[in-house]
C-alpha cells in the first residue's frame, strides 16, 4: 500500500484482474482532465470514478463498475495510443482495490481562500493586480540584479535583510521603495482585515525568484525584525504554502547549518502541529498579521506539482513573489510571547527564529 492509500498495480501475470485500472501517462499534468479521462473510458463500461494516484499528476485510477470492463479497457488502450485522450500511450496495469480520495500535501486539504484556510489575522485577495500589471514588475525587477542565494535569486529594497542573522540593520536605509509598486502600496491600504495602516506604510521589499519546483523551509518571521503586517505577492507561478502551529507553545528547531537563510539540517517534525495550507495562485495578494504572522510557522513545500482538490496544478514557471513588511522601531510587544525573540531575551532564540522570505 502507497502513502496516498492505493495498492500497488499489478500487471497481468501477478494478480487476478480487478474493476480498478492504473493508468500512467495520463492526468492534469498532461493536459486530460478527470471528466476527460472518465469520458475516454466509458466506451468500455460505466465508470464510478477517475482518481489521482499520486502528487505527480500523471497517473490515475480508473474505476470501473464491473471487472469485464475493466478487462476490454486493458485489453484495448494498453500500451496503445488513445484517439480520445490526445492520440497518448497509455501504461495500464491492475489496481488491487479502488484508492482512498488522495489528499494535498501528504493528507493535508488545501484551501482555495483565506475564508476556508481558517487561521486568525491570516487573508487572502486574489487578482489583486491585472495581468499587464504582473508583466510589468516583472519586467521591472528583472531589469535590475539579482543576488544569487543557494536556492534562489532575491532583490532587497528599502533595507536589505541578512540571512546570516535574520534581521535587517535598520541603520542601513537604501532608499525609498521602486517607483514601480507605488501603485500596490497604494492599494493595500484598502486591504481587507486592515483597520488602520496610516501608521504602518511599507518600507521593506524583498523580491524572491524560484525556480520551478524550488520551495522554502517552515519559520516565522523574526518578530523584532518587522512589524504586525506582512504581505506576499504571487507572480508568475502558482504555489502551495502550508501553515503549522506546535500546539504545547515554542518550538524551535535543534542547532543545525543555515545558508542563505536555508537550513541544512532537516529536524524531526513533533507530533503535536496544527497544519494546514492554501493555494497562492499568480496575481494574488497574502497577508500575514495577529497570530498567522506571529504563532504559525509558514512554508513552501518543494514540489514540482501541488495538488489542489481532485487537481495537478504543475509548477511549470518560475514563481517570483514581492513580500512587503515595516522594519520594526523597538522590541516587539506581541502576546505571542514564546515565538518572540525579543521578549524571550536570548540571542540563541533570537536566531532560531526562521525569517527567511517568501
Known sequence: MSKNGFSRPKGM???KSSPNLYVANCGPAVGLTHDAIKSAFQSFGEVIGVHSADESGVRVIVCFAEITAAQAAFQALNEKPCPNLA????????????????????????SQSAKELAIPGIYMVHEFISLEEEKELLKAVDERPWKSLSKRRVQHYGYEFLYETRNVDSKQFLGELPSFVSHILHNIQS????????????????????????GLSPHIDTHSAFDDLIFSLSLAGP???????????????PSSTVID???????????????????????SMLLMSGEGRYAWHHYIPHHKVDMVGDHAVRRDSRRVSFTFRKVRIGPCQCIYQQFCDSQLGSENDAMRMSADTR
Not at 191 to 214: A, H, R
Not at 239 to 253: D, L, V
Open 239 to 253: 504555489c502551495i504554502m502550508e501553515f503549522r502551529k506546535y500546539n504545547e507553545g515554542n518550538w524551535n528547531p
Open 261 to 283: 537563510g536555508e537550513e541544512l539540517t532537516k529536524c524531526a517534525e513533533p507530533s503535536n502541529v496544527t497544519r494546514k495550507a492554501v493555494f497562492l495562485p499568480p496575481r
Open 13 to 15: 501475470g501477478e494478480s
Open 87 to 110: 492520440g497518448r500511450v497509455l501504461h495500464i496495469r491492475y489496481s488491487v482495490s479502488r484508492p482512498q480520495k488522495v489528499k494535498s500535501n501528504d493528507s493535508i486539504v488545501v
Open 191 to 214: 486591504f481587507p482585515g486592515l483597520n488602520d495602516i496610516s501608521s504602518k506604510l511599507m518600507d521593506q521589499l524583498t523580491v524572491n525568484e524560484y525556480p520551478c519546483g524550488v
